[in-house]
């Protein structure tokens, strides 16, 4: 459907970008910022890490929570990524939604999870921005089984790391679910600390969650 | 929030104010398309649908996104301003020539009639404005002075505030986004889209550069920013035939000076053609033109295109080590610094692209235009080469042309 690459408008040669065996609807310019990680990754953050199998921030985790949250990153946060957030999700250029739509869906689906619960956004930022930055991604069924717990709400990404860290639970379970013997898969835009899937995860844990995984654009 | 901001502006909000202001929907959603009311561009509803049935602008983000999540607040302008006694504090004097012409452009602003001013670079265009713009301001009009490049706003901006140093006056650019009310704004024509029928005068400088000559987003929003009793004067060097038709069939005022200010011609233009100067070592004719220019003048170079700036720099570096040169293009996070290093003769060659044609005013300079056969130079050779002789002595000028010599040849002589 799409022939031309979102990011630079240009007509993109279709024989060519078959031959890329890339599902990112941009020119071979726009992609090059556009990095996956390699191995060696953390089995928790997803994230490359010389130190096998949890890096040092998974390791902190898991002796926090005794458990520690399987995410896969698709993508690294690098500059590229930064200036992409800041245009789609600051700035509010929904339509750039379109570049990871596919690869996004594609990596939900291959998660086999039975519920689908996606980060959810405050009321006032659907006022305001008029979307949640992880469903403009995904195409699919989901339920929303979480919700913000009204407070004067801070951008995590105007936090420093310390700051980040000692943020309170802010989540709270939308309706009374028994999720006894489920598989979940949580969804989100950023893995920076790793402190908002936390914070999730064990929102779903204590519903009886039998498994929970996560999946992040980047990280 | 002070009213004072949305006096004669249109600001979206998705809260609104305190106080009562007038209000329209920020975007028209028709059947296939959305219409934005603040850059007046139509957008295919796929392209511009936010969930649950919203719709946002995609074409004029970058100046704060709209969205039918909001609305445009607005008030009318009121024109509170206290004039000062003593309005105009230049105190030069007007060629008889210039004078003619700023009496034209004083009448046809108080008849609220719009005016092409076409003057050939170096003409004195600002100084002309002076009279026409102390009548405005003594009428109490709010006036906006416009112009599609930030470098020659910038550059206006200390020039108006020595020849108006009583007169509030703000400078609104991409970069500086404090607004202030003033009875007189200088700004680029990007930012006339945040005004609504604010103006009595506006002064389009530079109405054929790029980005503002066919853009409809900016045509639209210079309509947008006068008020509807207000008047428009556009200030170029080099009318283009769609500004000429279009001044024609809606009978603007023209006038025209073809002289510089202080009387001398415009530079001779000199061509030279060589097969390919994009090869590495460089044409030996180019070699010797620049060995005659080492120590001598500074020199600005225009390229085609950004890309050819890096290996020209490259090859430049390997043949003259001692000189002091740089490049320079739109995107260039340096772009000032490295323009005024070129004012304070810090820099012996500056290589751009045609970012620097316009608005820049370097004395005693020698220009070279490389390729300046390709399609982007047609209309701005001639301002360019004007650069060479502005201010103090013509220069002689040279031109390395590869082959389509004719085309410049036209403009040039059209402009002298």
């Known amino acids: 459907m799409l022939s031309r690459c979102v990011q630079c408008q240009r007509e993109l040669n279709l024989a060519t970008w078959w031959g890329q065996r890339s599902l990112l609807p941009l020119c071979s310019t726009c992609r090059e910022g556009v990095l996956t990680y390699g191995v060696p990754t953390c089995q928790g953050c997803g994230r490359t890490s010389s130190r096998q199998p949890l890096c040092m921030d998974c390791q902190a985790w898991r002796a926090q929570y005794g458990w520690v949250l399987p995410n896969r990153c698709l993508y690294q946060y690098n500059d590229w990524m930064r200036s992409y957030m800041e245009q789609y999700k600051f700035k509010g250029d929904y339509y750039q939604r379109r570049i990871f739509m596919t690869v996004y869906t594609k990596a939900v689906r291959k998660c086999h999870a ?18 949640n930055q992880v469903l403009g991604w995904y195409q699919g069924n989901y339920q929303a089984l979480l919700r913000l717990k009204m407070r004067d709400k801070v951008a995590q990404s105007s936090k420093t790391r310390q700051q980040r860290l000692a943020t309170p639970q802010p989540f709270e379970l939308n309706r009374t679910v ?27 844990r204590t519903a009886g969650a039998r498994e929970i995984l996560s999946l992040t654009l980047a990280g | 929030m002070q009213t004072q901001l949305f006096w004669g502006r249109q600001l979206f909000l998705t809260t609104p104010p305190a106080f009562t202001t007038q209000m329209r929907p920020a975007l028209k959603v028709g059947v296939l398309k959305v219409h934005c009311q603040r850059c007046g561009q139509a957008t295919w509803r796929w392209q511009a649908a936010l969930p649950r049935h919203q719709y946002y602008c995609p074409q004029c983000l970058n100046l704060g996104r709209m969205s039918t999540l909001g609305q445009l607040y ?39 009639q719009t005016h092409l001013v076409w003057a050939v670079t170096g ?29 020659v706003v910038l550059e206006l901006a200390p020039r108006l505030q020595a020849a108006f140093s009583q007169v509030e006056q703000v400078v609104l650019t991409g970069q500086t986004p404090q607004y202030r009310y003033c009875q007189l704004t200088l700004c680029t024509t990007h930012q006339l889209l945040r005004f609504y029928h604010a103006f009595d005068q506006l002064i389009v400088d ?5 980005p503002y000559a066919g853009n409809q987003a900016l045509l639209y929003a210079t309509k947008q920013a006068i008020k509807p009793t207000g008047a428009c004067t556009y200030l170029t060097a080099t009318p283009g035939p769609v500004l000429q038709r279009q001044a024609r069939r809606e009978h603007w005022q023209v006038s025209y000076l073809p002289r510089r200010f202080h009387g001398q011609p415009l530079p001779e233009i000199e061509f030279q053609k060589i097969d390919n100067w994009r090869v590495r070592p460089l044409a030996p004719h180019l070699q010797q033109w620049l060995r005659q ?20 720099l490259q090859s430049l570096r390997s043949l003259f080590p001692m000189v002091r040169q740089a490049g320079v293009y739109a995107a260039d996070p340096e772009r000032t610094t490295k323009v005024q290093l070129m004012r304070q003769h810090q820099l012996d060659w500056l290589v751009t692209t045609t970012i620097l044609e316009r608005g820049v005013t370097l004395p005693g300079i020698d220009v070279l235009v490389l390729g300046a ?18 201010s103090e002595c013509a220069m002689s000028n040279w031109n390395g042309v590869n082959g389509g010599q004719a085309s410049i040849g036209n403009d040039s002589s059209r402009a002298k």
């Open chain 2, 206 to 210: 530079e109405v054929d550069a790029f």
């Open chain 2, 74 to 112: 607005h008030l009318p302008e009121p024109n509170q301003f206290s004039v000062p006694n003593q309005l105009l504090t230049w105190t030069g004097q007007l060629s008889p020539l210039q004078a003619q012409v700023a009496k034209r452009i004083k009448q046809t602003m108080q008849s609220r």
């Open chain 2, 373 to 390: 056969d390709e399609g982007i130079f047609f209309d701005c050779g001639v301002s360019a080469n004007c650069r060479a002789g502005r």
């Open chain 1, 178 to 204: 028994d999720l006894t013997g489920k598989r979940i898969l949580l969804l989100d835009d950023i893995y920076t600390t790793g402190r908002t899937l936390y914070h999730a995860a064990q929102c779903l």
């Open chain 1, 114 to 131: 039975q519920i689908i619960v996606p980060i959810p956004v405050t009321e006032a930022t659907w006022q305001t921005r008029g979307f």
């Open chain 2, 123 to 151: 003409a004195g265009k600002t100084e002309m404005l002076y009279p026409a713009l102390v009548a405005a301001l003594e009428r109490g009009e709010r006036v906006a002075i416009a112009s599609p490049r930030i470098d």
């Open chain 2, 293 to 312: 220019r080492l120590g001598r003048r500074e020199c600005l170079i225009f390229v085609p295109k950004i890309a050819d700036i890096n290996p020209l």
